[in-house]
């Protein structure tokens, strides 16, 4: 958990305010969280060092907020070159910010039992850059770094990602199959 840094705190502070002004619409509350997102991460002078060290073998992510009672957390993620993440879904909301270096994002098409996954779009985000994942307007992606070095992200979810770890699911793209995920905060 990241407290007493004032640009977070700030940032923290106004999503609670467009959760309180969106109430249950979630395509303002991805608009309005989408430019707060943009704004945090169009400045890379906050995020303490520590929360922006990679592992050796896998992408690693660090809570920053944890709000259980509202179900919201922000964490950042750190990707070491060459590291990937598998097709995936969320089944809450999501709002992705790029702080440094580049990664490679592709959407896929809600999936199809027994077909592989269609390609959606493809995007490489570069920092400044955000895009969001909703099970309302396509909530399954794989991304990997695409920068000669360290990537970070700033990832916002709707809901604390463990309490969701029996409903979600990663993909083989090639065939649809989906597997279980369980997801863990290292
Ligand atoms: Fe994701």
Known sequence: MLTGNPVFDAFVRDMHGVMDVAGGDEAL??????????????DDGWLPEDYAQPHPEHFKQYVLH??????????SVVWNKGQSAMAHDHKTWGIIGQLRGAEREREYEDPVPGEPLKLRA?????????????????????VANAFDGVSVSIHVYGADLPSLADRRHRYEVA???AIPVITTYY
Do not use: N, Y
């Open 122 to 142: 493809e995007t490489v985000m570069h920092p400044g850059d955000t895009c969001v994942v909703s099970p309302d307007t396509g909530d399954i992606h794989d």
């Open 175 to 177: 065939t649809g199959e």
């Open 29 to 42: 509350l991805l608009d309005r969280g989408r430019a707060l997102v943009a704004a945090l991460v169009a």
């Open 66 to 75: 944890r709000d259980g009672e509202r179900g919201f957390t922000v964490m």
